[in-house]
């Protein structure tokens, strides 16, 4: 059982940036990939970034250019650099972490408004 906890999300003004942490507790972590997903109000969960153990990467297109996912394997760790964050960006954000199976955190909340 992958147990993955979240933090860093908050409220932040448009144009502003934020940095997501999930840790997870789980053996052979390096061998996972791990993602954040988010689903706002009324809309179906969408993916943001995945990354390979190996630390290839994969964006929505909505947020190439803005958001860095990146993760220490030493530390068991996955993290969301959002920069330039706008309102539509307004999510709940989960982290997920895939091997033979999908697991998820509990969902960490980002508000981007003025």
């Known amino acids: 059982q992958v147990q993955l906890v979240e933090s860093g999300g908050g409220l932040v003004q448009p144009g502003g940036s934020l940095r997501l942490s999930c840790v997870a507790s789980v053996s052979f972590f390096s061998r996972y990939v791990m993602g954040w997903y988010r689903q706002a109000p009324g809309k179906q969960r969408e993916l943001v970034a995945t990354i390979t153990y190996g630390g290839s990467t994969n964006y929505a297109d909505s947020v190439k250019g803005r958001f860095t996912i990146s993760r220490d394997n030493a530390k068991k760790t996955v993290y969301l650099q959002m920069n330039s964050l706008k309102p539509e960006d307004t999510a709940v954000y989960y982290c997920?972490?895939?091997?033979?199976?999908?697991?998820w955190g509990q969902g960490t909340q980002v508000t981007v408004s003025s």
């Open positions: 997920n972490a895939r091997r033979f199976s999908d697991s």
